[in-house]
Each structure stands twice: as structure tokens, then as C-alpha cells.
């Protein structure tokens, strides 16, 4: 199975190649010298992955063509706006979308607490509109291992926070790089995210080691370990690691001193900072609807992530995890995550929005829906049935027994029926 069309070269300046994909050009990151124009590559995220045989990749490409072009019309006839039904304040600020040009605060505030479900229909179409607008029909699939689920840390909202009394596992180096090895090959994924609990029995030359053998398995390796030092993403880097996954949770600092017990927002932005410093790619992203937060932190939570230019935004919704602080709060509405999508989609209308399992697990169809609301990207937990169940950093959480094979075909099935294309995208502003 294939989750990533090989991308042909057809211009290289510096570090960066300019890509095509069946007349679509995308820029993709290189960090190899032997590259040259005509080559065919993988990349994901924005980052080279690896060199294909030019054999292989035109017999994958000719496997796509047809497929390809029957999804890009599916695509484009979902990508349609209704603009009738919308009140005259929503249509003026829709229509600046429209135009390309910036929201103002209270303008996406407004947007936030649409609550007419004729008016939330077109912002999603139009979220879905400028997603396609700006992507076309690509999509991209990523890979979560999830390999352990100690934590030093308590967080008031998570499932395996340390003072929970729950089974715990830590997968061996040798058991992630086989779970990352059948991925690759067995599944064909191209990016894998390497995510555990702040779990220090994983010292430096531990994460080195794993990241040194994933890499080598030639896929993008996405690292989600929470707060370490700089030092250690460092070295994570050299050892060929190019995105990170660390969220800031909010943007309120007051709440975050409350919510994430003996650590800063000062750090964790810190942290962000420092990883961009290094060179990653960068996902980040918040929770929504954490106690006593206000549709304005929303925003700002959108304008932080934003802040950071990332490549991709992960945000979902509080799910209850049962014996933590937080077990009994009231569920968060469906629609404000997909406003919030939505939202993001504008701020940022060439990044790529993750479909989160919190909001899956939120609700069935919330995967579909947000895919149609501004979201272009998918991960799909490949933890080793063994250990998935215990990582249950809130309640239910979606596909936690479902095998991979049902997994990945739920994901593909969904992407087809929308006309999505697991095209990689390409990094902005290069
Ligand atoms: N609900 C939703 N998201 C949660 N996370 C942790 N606990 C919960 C919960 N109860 C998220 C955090 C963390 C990510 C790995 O999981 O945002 O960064
Ligand atoms: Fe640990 Fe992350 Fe859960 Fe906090 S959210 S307790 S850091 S796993």
C-alpha cells in the first residue's frame, strides 16, 4: 500500500527542490548532495525521504494516474460553497477570506461563536474551499507509534499522568525499531511519530540509537517525547530526526502553570523556539476546552501555534481520562473544534491541519467533517496491538483495539471517498 506518489525533481536551488506531482509543483526540503534533477524522491511533511528507483516510481505513477485525476474531481465538486444562507456580518468576513486577506482578533471571535448551523455549513465549505484552494487534493498520512506510557510529569487532563495507578508498559529499543520496520514496509508509511510520556529510562544515546535505525529505514521520523533538554534534540537531529511534535497545550499561562503541575508556558514556548532553532519541522498545537477557558483564548491559542509558523497543527478537544482531576468535565461540542479548524485554516490557509484522535474519539463522524472543515492530515496508530490500549491518555480512545489493517483501510477508504491524494504537500515559504 502506498500513502506518499513519488515526487519527480524538476529544479534544485540550494537546500530546497522544487517537485512535481502529476503538473502540481511542491518544495521539498534536501538535506543530500546526490540528488539531481529528474530523480524520483519521497518526500513528507516537506522533507526528502528517500530516492526511488526511476522504474519502481513509474510503475507506481502509472498505477496513480488514472486514480489521481478521478479524486482531484471528486475533490473539487465537495470544495463547492453555498453562500445563500449566511447572515450579511458572516458574509463580509467570509468574503475577506475570500479576498486573501487577514483576519482581525474580533473577526475570527466572531467567526468562533457562529452557532447558526446554516452559517457553520458554508464557513466549513469555505474552510474546505481555500483548503483545496491551497493544497489541491493532497493529503498526508503519518504513522504514531506510541512506545511508552511512563510519565515523570502529572498533567490535571491526562490519562497516564504519574499518579494514576495504571499498568504500565516501555517497549524495548529493538520492539519500536521492528514496529517502525513493518510500518514501513509492510504498510508502506512514510513518516513515523516516535511518542512516548516523558519517560527518561530513554536516555540521549537510547533516542539516538532508535532514531539512528528508524531513519535508516528511510522514512521522515517525527519525534513527540515531550520536554527535554535542547542538548538532546540536538542530538536527535544528527541522528537524522527532522520534525517534533510538542504542543503548548494554551496559550494562557496562568492556566498552564495550573494544569501542567512545576512547569512554565515560558519553557514550553522556549522549547518550540529552540526546536525551530535546530531545524525541525514543527507540529504544535493546543486542547480545547479546558476549564475556564474563553473563546478568546481559543484565538490566541490559534495566533500562538501560528506564531511558530508550524508545519502542521494538532489540536483536539479535552476528552475525560477517569481518575485524573479532570474526569468530570463536560464534553467539549463538536462544532468549536471545527470552527477552530476552520479558523486555523484561514489564519494559516497553507499549513496542514491535522485530524486528531481526541476529536475522533469525540465523535464518529468527526473525521470525515473535519476533513470537509479546513483539515488535511491523518496519523494512524501503528503501537503494537499489545500495548495500544494502555496508552489511554483519556477515555475511549478510538481504534485502541482495531487491528492496523482496519485501521489503515478506514483512513484510505475515508481520504478516497473525499477525493483526497496522499501527495506529500510541501514545506511554505520556501
Ligand atoms: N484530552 C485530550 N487531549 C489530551 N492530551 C493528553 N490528555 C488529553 C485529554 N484528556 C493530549 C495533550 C498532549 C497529547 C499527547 O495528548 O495535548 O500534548
Ligand atoms: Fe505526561 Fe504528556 Fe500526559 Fe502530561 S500530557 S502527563 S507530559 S503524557
Wanted: charged content about 25%.
Amino acid at each position: 500500500m502506498c500513502y506518499a506518489i513519488p515526487a519527480k525533481i524538476i529544479a534544485i536551488n540550494g537546500m530546497t527542490a522544487t517537485v512535481d506531482y502529476f503538473g502540481e509543483e511542491r518544495k521539498v526540503l534536501i538535506d543530500v548532495d546526490d540528488l539531481k534533477i529528474n530523480d524520483y524522491i519521497y518526500a513528507q511533511g516537506g522533507v526528502f525521504v528517500r530516492k526511488i528507483p526511476q522504474d519502481e516510481a513509474l510503475e507506481i505513477l502509472k498505477t496513480w494516474k488514472e486514480v489521481f485525476f478521478e479524486l482531484k474531481k471528486t475533490d473539487a465538486a465537495l470544495a463547492k460553497i453555498d453562500q445563500d444562507k449566511l447572515s450579511p456580518n458572516a458574509l463580509a468576513v467570509l468574503q475577506k477570506i475570500n479576498l486573501r486577506k487577514s483576519l482581525t482578533k474580533p473577526e475570527m471571535l466572531a467567526l468562533l461563536e457562529l452557532n447558526d448551523p446554516q452559517e457553520l455549513k458554508v464557513l466549513y465549505e469555505i474552510a474546505n474551499n481555500v483548503r483545496q484552494r491551497e493544497h489541491g487534493n493532497s493529503s498526508c498520512v503519518h504513522g504514531i507509534i506510541e512506545f511508552s506510557n511512563y510519565c515523570s510529569n502529572n498533567c490535571y487532563y491526562c490519562g497516564i499522568r504519574k499518579e494514576r495507578e495504571i499498568p504500565r508498559y516501555r517497549m524495548q529499543i529493538d520492539e519500536i525499531i521492528a514496529a517502525a520496520k513493518h510500518a514501513s514496509e509492510n504498510y508502506g508509511f512514510k513518516a513515523l511519530v516516535l511518542q512516548s510520556g516523558e519517560d527518561f529510562w530513554y536516555d540521549d544515546e537510547k533516542l539516538v540509537q532508535i532514531v539512528k535505525a528508524v531513519r535508516k529505514l528511510g522514512v521522515l521520523v517525527f519525534v513527540s517525547l515531550g520536554l527535554r533538554t535542547k542538548e538532546t534534540y540536538k542530538k536527535l537531529y544528527a541522528a537524522g530526526a527532522r520534525a517534533a511534535l510538542l504542543r503548548f497545550e494554551t496559550s494562557n499561562a496562568e492556566l498552564f502553570a495550573k494544569i501542567r503541575p512545576g512547569t512554565t508556558l515560558e519553557d514550553r514556548v522556549q522549547l518550540i523556539k529552540d526546536l525551530k532553532e535546530i531545524g525541525y519541522v514543527i507540529a504544535t498545537g493546543f486542547i480545547i476546552g479546558l476549564p475556564g477557558e474563553t473563546n478568546q483564548d481559543i484565538i490566541n491559542n490559534i495566533l500562538l501555534a501560528r506564531y511558530f509558523a508550524p508545519d502542521m497543527y494538532s489540536f483536539g478537544p479535552l476528552i475525560q481520562a477517569s481518575d485524573t482531576p479532570f474526569a468530570t468535565l463536560p464534553s467539549v461540542a463538536k462544532d468549536l473544534v471545527l470552527k477552530t479548524i476552520a479558523i486555523t485554516r484561514f489564519v494559516d490557509s497553507n499549513s496542514n491541519i491535522l485530524v486528531t484522535t481526541a476529536l475522533e474519539t469525540l465523535d464518529a463522524n468527526a473525521k470525515r467533517e473535519a476533513l470537509l472543515a479546513g483539515a488535511n492530515s491523518l496519523m494512524i496508530n501503528i503501537t503494537p496491538k499489545d500495548y495500544r490500549h494502555l496508552y489511554q491518555i483519556y477515555n475511549n480512545k478510538v481504534n485502541a483495539n482495531l487491528e492496523i489493517e482496519n485501521a489503515i483501510d478506514d483512513s484510505v477508504k475515508l481520504l478516497y471517498a473525499l477525493g483526497r491524494a496522499p501527495t506529500d504537500i510541501g514545506v511554505k515559504n520556501c
